[in-house]
């Protein structure tokens, strides 16, 4: 029997991250694993999404600049300053405990790897910090080289924890996927998608949960893209048990 504990889409919220990371007793003070984590007992599941704050009003928190301008350079490059130092703590919090931490990729992530989509919200903020085409920055190399290990999905025997849903086509960020509108709305349209994959639970993200973490009584998953709203999962697994998960709940911080 072993804790595991996702964390919904960061989106460069970082203190929220380290306060919900925090209240599950996966970090100490110093930033280190806790001994649960350490020892595997607790596991820890990021979704994805660890880059591009949400709004303007997020850029502006992440930068202190008051009106953020995702034209002007000098704005990004305190975009990209900031992102790069958080994404440093959170390289090492995992280097001390690689087998305990996981951290799936995100189509935000993935955007900053392959410039060759621009992301951006309804409203027409854009992402561009890290793509020199527009104004941003390359991230370091090292970094880069550390996102491109993130796997697309994480299987405890048939629990998934992936980023969009348990679809194969909803794990490569392509053409195809932002043509496909079903990636933000499966989980209403299509929920049965879960028992029809063979799973026993799904955790997944995309898809901002106002209300706080989904957990549909008639369906075996969970949406997690709650950060915002302070609350993370927690999922006690037995693997070794026909129905694996003998408890899940949103916890709040």
Not at 115 to 139: C, K, N, Q, R, V
Not at 191 to 208: D, N
Not at 235 to 247: E, K
Request: glycine content about 8%.
């Amino acid at each position: 029997m072993r804790k595991f504990l996702a964390f919904g889409d960061v989106h460069a919220d970082f203190d929220t991250l380290w306060a919900a990371l925090r209240a599950a007793s996966c970090v100490d003070g110093g930033g280190q694993p806790t001994p649960p984590v350490q020892a595997g007992l607790y596991q820890v599941v990021l979704i994805g999404d660890l880059v591009h704050p949400k709004n303007e009003r997020e850029y502006s928190r992440l930068t202190g600049v008051p009106r953020f301008d995702p034209r002007n350079p000098d704005h990004l490059f305190v975009a990209a300053r900031e992102q790069v130092k958080h994404l440093e703590r959170l390289k090492a919090y995992q280097a001390a405990a690689p087998h305990a931490i996981h951290i799936i990729l995100g189509n935000h992530d993935d955007a900053v790897l392959n410039t060759s989509y621009m992301l951006g919200t309804s409203g027409g903020l854009i992402h561009a910090e890290f793509d020199p085409e527009h104004g941003g920055l390359h991230l370091p190399d090292h970094l880069a080289a550390w996102m491109r290990t993130f796997p697309r999905e994480v299987r405890v025997g048939g629990v998934q924890f992936a980023h969009v849903s348990p679809l194969p086509a909803h794990a490569h960020y392509d053409d195809l996927f932002y043509a496909d509108h079903s990636a933000k709305r499966w989980y209403r349209d299509s929920p049965e998608y879960v028992r029809m994959a063979g799973l026993s639970f799904g955790v997944y993200g995309h898809t901002q949960m106002e209300g706080g973490i989904l957990l549909p009584e008639d369906h075996p998953f969970a949406m997690i893209d709650a950060l915002q709203g302070r609350e993370y999962l927690e999922l006690m697994l037995d693997p070794g048990q026909a129905n694996p998960v003998q408890n899940v709940r949103a916890a709040p911080f």
